[in-house]
């Protein structure tokens, strides 16, 4: 039987007591690039996915607010002016004796990106125009700053 003090003196004979188990500074080294290779790759597919989603909602709200707008056509016969907006989808207005909202289940949404959606009437492109300015908040632009419209 082997003592302990005997398995001591045996490791040390061999130049083993002296080195720690653990991962070299090169070894460290090479995972950390490789993890950074790895999310240089992954990391600008999955933002450019995050942008295309929100071009996606921002397209069914206005699909959602067009509904609205067209169910309150009929009840009142005529679009809200650009005066009253997309609010007499919510609260009755005072003048319409017709008004059967709410027409929207919540308040009115905002885009995506936090603007409020845009609402001319009667609109340069049909009898109103709704449209969400992109990401940038401003007219025109390109890719996820372009104009999503009702058009």
């Known amino acids: ?3 302990v003090v005997n398995l001591e003196s045996h490791k ?12 070299t500074l090169l070894e460290l080294l090479v995972v950390m690039v490789i993890i950074g290779l790895l999310a240089g790759y992954v990391g600008p597919k999955f ?6 989603s929100e071009v996606k909602a921002a397209k069914a709200q206005i699909d959602g607010l067009q509904k609205s707008l ?3 056509r009929l009840d009142v016969g005529r679009y809200p002016t650009t005066e009253q907006g997309l609010a007499v989808l919510i609260a009755k ?4 004796p017709r008004w059967a909202g709410p027409y929207l289940s919540k308040a009115v949404p905002k885009d995506p990106w936090k603007n409020d959606y845009q609402y001319r009437s009667p609109g340069e492109h049909g009898e109103y125009d709704l449209l969400s300015f992109g990401r940038d908040g ?6 996820e700053d372009a104009d999503l419209v009702s058009w």
Do not use: C, H, W
């Open 12 to 23: 040390k004979s061999r130049g083993l007591a002296n080195r720690s188990t653990g991962f």
């Open 70 to 72: 067209d169910q309150y």
């Open 93 to 96: 207005p005072a003048d319409e």
């Open 47 to 52: 933002f450019g996915q995050i942008g295309k």
């Open 138 to 143: 401003r007219p025109g632009g390109e890719g």
């Open 1 to 3: 039987m082997v003592s």
